[in-house]
């Protein structure tokens, strides 16, 4: 699977648009990008997943580049309980692969 | 999305003990589950693959003479943590693939401290 890479932190207003960047510039055509997040002491909750589409649904949009060597996962209003890390992961699909999971994105929302 | 739940959610015990942590996917099968390990402020770590009817595949490192896996039905795949040492300690979890194969799910964790 492709080595993802994402920014060790960020901070953001609560009611506003967070924006979670991903670099996965070895990306394979037939990898997946998908995004986790993990709320402190709970298991990995899943958001969204798309290949070259760009992706939205109730929690969550995700913007892929076209060369696809990067994407963005965007929380349109921001919450406190938004406050997690925020995994993003590049996989095939179909065959239950493994996940393998990085450093990820520790998202702080603040009043 | 499908729902995978663990039990027990937290665990104490002493040394040397034995203690076996439950994985059940609730409405669907899974003929596949996953279980990883998440020490304080790191990521999670894939410890192995449990297969239904079949062996575990364990990652590099990890001894699976101390972690036994077992995965006697479509719904449920147990983690027996054998001889368990204070270096056990730590965040169990699991995930399972649902119906599609696309999308993994996670169980909530089971916090496992050894005395």
């Known amino acids: 699977d492709a080595k993802t890479t994402q920014p060790p932190s960020m901070d953001c207003a609560e009611g506003r648009a967070a924006n979670l960047p991903c670099n996965h510039s070895?990306?394979?055509?037939?990898?997946?990008v998908y995004w986790y997040r993990q709320i402190h002491s709970q298991g990995p909750q899943y958001i969204i997943h798309?290949?070259?589409n760009n992706e939205t649904n109730e929690m969550a949009s995700l913007i892929i580049t076209e060369d696809r060597k990067s994407s963005t996962l965007i929380l349109p209003h921001a919450t406190l309980r938004d406050t997690a890390v925020y995994y993003c992961?590049?996989?095939?699909?179909?065959?239950?692969?493994?996940?393998?999971f990085g450093t990820g994105t520790r998202l702080q929302v603040t009043l | 999305g499908a729902v995978v739940s663990q039990h027990p959610s937290w665990v104490i015990c002493k040394s040397g003990t034995s203690v076996k942590i439950e994985c059940r996917s609730l409405?669907?099968?899974?003929?596949?589950m996953f279980w990883y390990r998440q020490f304080p402020k790191q990521s999670l770590m894939l410890m192995a693959t449990?297969?239904?009817?079949?062996?575990?595949?364990?990652e590099q490192g990890v001894e699976k003479d101390k972690f036994l896996i077992n995965h006697a039905s479509l719904t449920l795949s147990t983690l027996t943590v054998t001889s368990a040492h204070p270096e056990d300690s730590s965040f169990y979890i699991c995930?399972?693939?649902?119906?599609?194969?696309?999308?993994?799910?996670f169980g909530p964790g089971t916090r496992l401290l050894v005395l």
């Open positions: 995930s399972a693939p649902d119906r599609a194969g696309e999308t993994q799910y």
């Open positions: 070895t990306i394979s055509g037939n990898e997946y």
């Open positions: 798309g290949l070259k």
């Open positions: 992961i590049a996989v095939n699909t179909g065959t239950a692969s493994k996940l393998t």
């Open positions: 409405d669907f099968q899974a003929t596949t």
């Open positions: 449990s297969n239904e009817g079949s062996k575990a595949t364990y």
